[in-house]
C-alpha cells in the first residue's frame, strides 16, 4: 500500500511538472522560466496532496477512535449482562439448595408425625380393646348381680314353694340342663365374635398406614408440580430479559450498519471526485497535445514514457469502448451495475459464486483494500439496490450466497469483467 502511494505520488508529481512546464514554455519559450514554474508546481502540489491526506488521516482516526470507544462500550455492557446472568444462576443454585433442604426437613417433619400417628392409633386400639373388655365385665358382674339377686327372689320362692319345687324338681333340672346348654353356645358365640373383633383391630392400623402413604405421595406430586411451575415461570422471565437485551443490541447493530453506509456514501463521493479529476487531467492532456504536439513527441520517445501512466488514464475510455460491444448480453440495469462496481467487488462476487467456502477470498480481497468483508459485501448489495432495485447477496446466512434468481446475470457479468480484461491486456 505504501508503494503504490509513493508511485501515485510520483505520477501526481510528474503530470504537475509536465503540464506546468509545458503551460509556462508556450507563451515565452524560456526554458529556465518553465523549469522553475515546473519545480514550483511540483512542490505546491505535494505540500497539497501531504496537506490532504493529513486532513483524511486525521479524520479516519477519528472515525476509528470512535468505533473503538463503542465497541468497548459494547464490550463492558455484554460483560455486565454476562456477570448478571452468572449471579442469577448462582442465586437461583441457593433457592434450589434451600428449597431442598427445606423439602427434607418436612419430609422428617411429616415422618415424625405419621409416626406418632401411628403409635396414637395403636394405643387408640388398645384402649378400645381394654374398654370392651371392661364394658364386657361390666356386663358379666351385671348380669351375675341380676342373676344373684333373681336366684335371692327364687331362693325366698323356693322356700314357700319347696314342695312344689321338690315335685317338679326333675322338670326343673331338665329346664336347667337346657338352658346351660344354651349358655354354652351363647359363650362360644361370644369368643368367636371377640376373636372377630381382635383380626379386625389387626387389619385396621394396616389399612391406616396405606392410606397414610397414599396421602404422603399425593402430597408429594403436588410439590413437585408446584416447584416446576416455579422452575418455568422463572426460566420464562429469565427468557424475557434476555431477549429484551437481545432486541437492544440489535438496535445498537442497526445504528453501527447505519453509520457505515454513510461512511460508504462519502467513500463513494470521493470516487466520484476521483474520476472528475482523472478527466480533468485527460482534457488537460489533450489541450496540452493539441497546442504543442512536437515536444511531447519528443518526451515520448525518451524515458518518461514507462514512468508516465497514460494507460491507466486511457483504460476507463477504452473499457466503456468495449462494453459497447458485450453489453447486449446483459439486461441495461445490469450493465450499468458493472460499471459501477470496482474491480475488488467484482472479485468478491466471482468469489461467492465459484467457491463453496468464500470467505477466506474475500477475507485475502478486504485486507488488501484496506476494509471488512461485510462492507464489500453491504457495498455491493447497495450498489446493486441503486441500479437494479434488488439486493443480490443473501447477508443472513453463515457463508453469503447469491440468491438464486441473479446468479445467471452475476455469472454474465463476471464473464464480460473477464473479457473486457483479456481485451484490456492484449491491447497493452
Known amino acids: 500500500m505504501q508503494s503504490v502511494?509513493?508511485?501515485?505520488?510520483?505520477?501526481?508529481?510528474?503530470v504537475a511538472f509536465s503540464v506546468s512546464f509545458g503551460l509556462s514554455l508556450v507563451p515565452s519559450?524560456?526554458?529556465?522560466?518553465?523549469?522553475?514554474?515546473?519545480?514550483?508546481t511540483v512542490l505546491a502540489t505535494y505540500t497539497a496532496a501531504l496537506f490532504v491526506d493529513k486532513r483524511r488521516r486525521n479524520h479516519e482516526m477519528l472515525v476509528l477512535g470512535s468505533l473503538r470507544k463503542r465497541i468497548k462500550e459494547m464490550e463492558g455492557l455484554k460483560s455486565r449482562i454476562v456477570r448478571e446472568i452468572n449471579q442469577i444462576e448462582d442465586h437461583r443454585s441457593l433457592l434450589y439448595s434451600e428449597s431442598k433442604q427445606l423439602q427434607n426437613q418436612v419430609i422428617e417433619c411429616r415422618n415424625q408425625r405419621d409416626s406418632l400417628n401411628r403409635e396414637l392409633s395403636?394405643?387408640?386400639?388398645?384402649?378400645?380393646?381394654?374398654?370392651?373388655e371392661i364394658n364386657n365385665l361390666k356386663t358379666e358382674l351385671y348380669n351375675l348381680d341380676k342373676s344373684k339377686t333373681e336366684l335371692n327372689n327364687s331362693f325366698s320362692t323356693l322356700t314357700s314353694e319347696k314342695r312344689r319345687l321338690e315335685l317338679n324338681y326333675n322338670t326343673s333340672r331338665a329346664e336347667i340342663t337346657q338352658l346351660q346348654t344354651?349358655?354354652?353356645e351363647l359363650q362360644q358365640e361370644k369368643r368367636e365374635l371377640e376373636s372377630n373383633l381382635t383380626l379386625l383391630g389387626r387389619l385396621k392400623p394396616q389399612l391406616e398406614e396405606k392410606l397414610h402413604e397414599l396421602r404422603i405421595k399425593i402430597q408429594e406430586l403436588e410439590t413437585e408440580v408446584t416447584t416446576e411451575n416455579q422452575l418455568l415461570v422463572a426460566t420464562t422471565n429469565a427468557r424475557t430479559n434476555i431477549e429484551a437485551s437481545l432486541n437492544s443490541f440489535q438496535t445498537q447493530i442497526a445504528s453501527q450498519k447505519v453509520e457505515l453506509n454513510n461512511l460508504q456514501e462519502q467513500i463513494s463521493l470521493l470516487q466520484e471526485e476521483r474520476d472528475l479529476l482523472q478527466n480533468q487531467v485527460w482534457e488537460l492532456l489533450q489541450q496540452v497535445e493539441i497546442i504543442n504536439p512536437e515536444p511531447l513527441a519528443e518526451d515520448t520517445q525518451g524515458d518518461n514514457l514507462d514512468l508516465f501512466p497514460f494507460s491507466e488514464?486511457?483504460?476507463?475510455?477504452?473499457l466503456i469502448d468495449t462494453k459497447v460491444d458485450i453489453s447486449e448480453n446483459l439486461p441495461a440495469e445490469w450493465t450499468n451495475f458493472l460499471e459501477k462496481l470496482p474491480g475488488d467487488e467484482i472479485q468478491v462476487l466471482k468469489a461467492i459464486v465459484e467457491l463453496d467456502n468464500p470467505k477466506a477470498a474475500i477475507k485475502q480481497i478486504a485486507e488488501a483494500n484496506i476494509t471488512m468483508p461485510n462492507l464489500l459485501i453491504d457495498s455491493i448489495n447497495e450498489r446493486a439496490n441503486d441500479t437494479i432495485g434488488?439486493?443480490?447477496?443473501?447477508?443472513?446466512?453463515?457463508?453469503?450466497?447469491?440468491?438464486?434468481?441473479?446468479?445467471?446475470?452475476?455469472?454474465?457479468?463476471?464473464?464480460m469483467y473477464e473479457i473486457l480484461m483479456a481485451r484490456h491486456a492484449s491491447s497493452n
Do not use: C
Open 313 to 318: 488514464l486511457i483504460e476507463p475510455l477504452e
Open 390 to 415: 434488488e439486493l443480490i447477496i443473501e447477508t443472513n446466512l453463515e457463508i453469503p450466497q447469491v440468491y438464486q434468481e441473479h446468479i445467471a446475470n452475476v455469472r454474465k457479468m463476471i464473464a
Open 122 to 132: 395403636t394405643f387408640a386400639g388398645q384402649r378400645k380393646q381394654l374398654d370392651a
Open 5 to 14: 502511494m509513493v508511485s501515485n505520488r510520483f505520477i501526481l508529481g510528474i
Open 29 to 40: 519559450w524560456d526554458f529556465n522560466k518553465a523549469f522553475l514554474t515546473g519545480v514550483i
Open 182 to 184: 344354651q349358655i354354652g
